[in-house]
Structures are given as C-alpha cells and as structure tokens.
C-alpha cells in the first residue's frame, strides 16, 4: 500500500497484461515458495520451473498447489518442451500439463533445430487448445547473432500464430540473446524490436539488476521483465516504483514543486 505522503507511479492491477514480473524457481522448496509470496506475492505475476526442473523435483504437487492458491500461474521450462519435440512426445507433454493443473505453456527453440513452419504450427495448436502461450525467440548460444530484421519477424509471426508474450532471451544469466556476453544490453536491437512491436507484447529477460535498471529507463516501470530470481523480486518492485536509487526521479513531480514564496512539502 502507497504511503499518502508518496506520489508512486500507478501500478496495474492483477493479472496484468502489462508491469509483469516473470520469476525463475529453479529449486524453491514449499517454504521458501510460501516466505516469496508472503515478502513479495503481489509482485509476482508468473513463476516458470526452470529448465526441466519439473521432472526431478520432489515437491513439484505441493509446490504447484501453493502457487495455485495464490493465484499466481505456472509454467514449466522451455527446454523441456523442446526435448518433448525432439523425442515427438508433445502429445503425452501436453497430457501432463492437463494433469497438473497447467495453463501456460512455453514453447522455445534455444537449445534444439526447430523450423520455425513447426514452431508456429505448435503455438497455434496449443493456442487453440486453450493455452496462455508463451513463445521465446533467441539463442541460448551466446556466439549466435541474429539480425534485428529476423527476430522481428519471427516476433510478429508467433504473435500473430497466438503467443500471448513473446520472450525475448537472455539465459538466466542474461549473457546471450538480448545481450552481450558481458550482460551488456543490445541497444539497437532493442531500439529495432520496440520500433516494430508494441512492447506490452514483449517479456524481456532480465536477471541483473543493471539490466532491470535499463529496461525500466527505456520503457517506463510496467515493463515486462523476466527470469527474476525469487531474491530479487521486492527489489525489482522498488525499481520499478522509484524506491530505489537507481530509478528515483531526477526531480520531484510537478505536485511536489513549490510555487514561488511558498513552503516545501514536508
């Protein structure tokens, strides 16, 4: 809740379409998922079981319940979406993620060959299956550069085959895709992608916090930002609220500005 003596840029209600944040588990046990929710949960949009997590972890039905009784959405890792299409086992993927309860899928092509023809032709179907897609552009390969024309058009083509946010990659350590290997963002890239694509379709990876600060400079506080690590999401919220140095405004809001021969606010 906003202090009255504080002017904080308005967030968006839950569940946003716009202000998401996109939180990695890539191991949280039941308790450590509950002392998120109970320090952070309102900033918490979406939760992705890293990579292939899901299969091996021992706690994946209870952490699954406590999400769900918070209401915040589940989607398991691209890569194991990816290994479902490589073994042709995407049937018997989406037959589990029935049963488990899941809504959002995310379908990436990072780590294996996949035409992008078959790529639409999955996030239609799933789409239309009554899915929250989330499709990913980019490469996990840090050496893969792919001009900006080529990924907007495979952006714009997942968009429009139902993707209801296209990710754009970073890895979890925001070393590849959208950047540099050294985490530096690519700024013409970025610049080329929001020319063509409305940004509130987009998720940017983002788990540094340099990167957050970027990203939240360029595009306002209701920018989507993904991969955050659970430990990072109250300070991602105090970024995107002006809480924090990094993102305080360079001068008070109009409101806060004396008139000439008056007294400041205290």
Do not use: C
């Not at 021992?58 to 299409?85: C, F, M, Q």
């Not at 063509?196 to 970027?214: C, D, G, N, S, T």
Request: proline fraction near 6%; hydrophobic fraction near 45%; charged fraction near 25%.
């Amino acid at each position: 809740m906003t202090p009255p003596f504080l002017d904080l840029p308005q967030r968006s209600a839950k569940p946003r379409e716009r202000g998401i944040t996109h939180v990695l588990d890539s191991g949280l046990s039941v308790a450590e998922v509950e002392s998120l929710i109970e320090v952070a949960g309102a900033a918490v949009d979406l939760v992705k079981l890293g990579w292939g997590t899901a299969v091996v972890t021992e706690n994946l039905d209870a952490k699954l319940a406590s999400y769900r009784a918070h209401g915040i959405p589940v989607v398991l890792g691209g890569t194991l979406t990816e290994l479902a299409i490589a073994q042709d086992r995407v049937d018997e993927l989406i037959a589990w993620l029935r049963e488990l309860g899941l809504a959002h899928v995310e379908i990436s092509d990072g780590a294996i060959e996949l035409p992008h023809e078959r790529k639409l032709a999955l996030i239609e179907r799933l789409a239309a299956d009554g899915f929250t897609v989330l499709s990913e552009v980019g490469s996990k390969d840090a050496a893969h550069i792919m001009a900006p024309y080529v990924w907007v058009e495979q952006i714009e083509s997942e968009l429009a085959a139902g993707a209801w946010k296209v990710i754009a990659e970073a890895r979890e350590s925001g070393t590849a895709g959208i950047y540099r290997a050294d985490g530096e963002v690519r700024m013409g890239l970025i610049d080329e992608i929001a020319h063509a694509i409305p940004v509130e379709r987009l998720l940017f990876e983002a788990p540094r916090k340099e990167q957050q600060v970027w990203f939240l400079q360029r595009f306002g506080h209701e920018v989507n930002l993904g991969n955050i690590a659970p430990r990072d999401v109250l300070s991602l919220e105090t970024l995107r609220l002006g809480l924090r140095a990094d993102t305080v405004p360079a001068s008070p809001p109009p409101s806060a500005v004396p008139a000439p021969g008056e007294r400041a606010p205290r």
